[in-house]
């Protein structure tokens, strides 16, 4: 059922090894191996072009001479492309992004997926995990030549031999068939290990100028993520809780009630109550907000002339919500739930007792990631503090499960309500962000662990309220460098194993 193909240099002793391994992994009663004894005098164009040619069967797999596959792989490939009949071309890992400069791991974090393992000789096993399995393929303009599988009958472009020897053979192939509609994908379905690892050589920068030259029109390609993965939610352990929803906002109503929709639909109405603080909205717009209200029967309107973010939330927290209320969930007007996050939330908490704060996995609106959990990572060269999210513009390179992390951002999370109390609430001194910063650090210095739930999944539609003028990305560095960066100097003992450490 399928034809494999492969160049080789090596003696007859390492082939007919490697034969053996494709005979014993592939998994199929019908199949057939074509290898091409190759000195340097062809290129892998040319050699693949030649497999194309004399192949038997319609799913052709080219693949270097020095990988090892998992048992029933073959089984598996069909079944990838027997249950996706849209896609032609199947790879181990590739690219949703190809770069002006050609060099298409550029944006390595963000855009690459799949997973490889390495295992040179003399050397300890390592997987370059781009991202997390799926049990979907993942779309891409491009894959890597370690494994290209395709339906020699649905692809509408050869390799091109023009290009390179060695290199870009694999580009040279995916690229011109994706600019003419052939979907290409990246499957989970099995795992490779390769031998070796590739470095980029003369021949590379040279296939490459070509590759650039040839296709510098059309250049970069981009496949942002049309979806985005949901996990099916966990049962929800079954005890009574209340969660009081605390939601800033100021005008841009559409935001505002997108937000409370998604809250209604994935949420138990009964375990929840919203409390609108609202900073400055028009008289008409509050109006609106109370007819929303009217329609629904927990949510409280409370209404402030100024806007920040600690004061606020701290307020609503010490006026109006009570001890009947054991979670509160800082909830940001933009942001729109997916799943039954709030009761996910609950569950992390109920599963792990010594919790601190619980966040979620968010996504801006073109569906790339915004919050995938904070880090905090210290410069040693001179002494600096970073800090951002994790897999922060990442395309499908985000966690799937509950982790531990440093901490979480307020645009949403969930904390018990006692233990923000005793936290001290959010510092207030913080005129525009990193209040959420320090409140999480704060609970990993009492005790209690942070936790990131990927399972949990929102749309973060991030700073359509505010915007970021130059007024606001000032007041933000004079937040980190005279609050928050002081602060995790002189507590950095006790959440220490938290902190990435780089040496730049």
């Known amino acids: ?149 395709f339906d020699k009958t649905k692809i509408k472009h050869s390799f091109d031999e023009s290009i390179g020897k060695f290199h870009f053979y694999d580009h040279g192939f995916c690229v011109p068939n994706y600019l003419d509609g052939v979907k290409i994908g990246v499957t989970s379905s099995f795992e490779i290990t390769h031998r070796s690892v ?112 600690a004061k606020i939330n701290n307020d609503v927290v010490k006026n109006y919500i009570g001890n009947e209320y054991e979670f509160l969930l800082f909830c940001n007007n933009d942001i729109k739930l997916l799943n039954d996050v709030i009761g996910n939330m609950v569950n992390v908490f109920k599963e792990k007792p010594l919790t601190g704060t619980v966040g979620c996995r968010l996504h801006f609106g073109d569906n790339t990631i915004q919050h995938d959990g904070i880090f905090v990572a210290h410069m040693k060269k001179n002494n600096s503090i970073l800090v951002s999210h994790h897999g922060l513009f990442s395309y499908y390179n985000y966690t799937n499960y509950v982790k531990p992390v440093i901490g979480n951002t307020g645009a949403l999370l969930m904390i018990r309500r006692n233990t923000f109390i005793k936290c001290g609430m959010f510092n207030e001194n913080y005129t525009t962000c990193f209040e959420d910063v320090e409140l999480n650090l704060k609970c990993i210095s009492m005790g209690l662990e942070n936790y990131f739930d990927g399972r949990s999944v929102a749309y973060h539609y991030e700073s359509q309220t505010r915007g970021k003028t130059e007024s606001v990305q000032n007041q933000e560095m004079m937040d980190m460098n005279q609050l928050l960066i002081p602060f995790i100097h002189n507590n950095i003992n006790k959440f220490s194993k938290y902190i990435i450490n780089l040496n730049q």
């Not at 209340?242 to 209604?264: E, G, Q, R």
């Open 198 to 309: 590739g470095k980029p050589n003369q021949e590379f920068f040279e296939s490459k100028d070509k590759f650039v030259s040839k296709y510098s029109k059309v250049l970069p390609l981009d496949l942002k993520p049309n979806f985005i993965q949901i996990p099916e939610n966990k049962k929800i352990i079954k005890k009574n809780y209340k969660v009081a929803i605390i939601i800033p906002t100021k005008s841009k109503l559409d935001l505002l009630f997108n937000c409370i929709d998604s809250i209604f639909a994935n949420s138990n109405p009964l375990t929840f109550h919203i409390f609108i603080a609202d900073t400055g909205s028009s008289y008409h717009e509050l109006e609106q907000i109370k007819n929303k209200i009217s329609q629904l029967s927990n949510i409280t309107l409370v209404n402030y002339d100024y806007y920040n973010f």
């Open 1 to 149: 059922m399928i034809t494999i193909v492969y160049s080789t240099h090596k003696d007859k002793t390492y082939n007919s090894l490697f034969k053996d391994h494709l005979i014993r992994t592939v998994g199929l009663k019908e199949y057939e191996i074509l290898e091409y004894q190759n000195n340097n005098e062809y290129s892998l164009a040319e050699i693949y072009n030649k497999g194309i040619s004399k192949s038997k069967y319609d799913i052709v797999v080219c693949i270097h001479n020095d990988i090892s596959l998992e048992n029933g792989w073959g089984k598996k490939l069909l079944r990838d492309f027997q249950i996706n009949p849209e896609y032609s071309i199947i790879g181990k890992a590739g690219s949703c992004y190809f770069p002006t400069s050609g060099v298409y791991w550029e944006r390595m974090n963000q855009t690459m997926v799949g997973q490889v393992y390495h295992h040179p000789d003399g050397q300890k096993k390592w997987i370059n995990r781009y991202c997390p399995k799926f049990d979907f393929l993942i779309p891409v303009v491009t894959i890597d030549g370690l494994f290209m599988a």
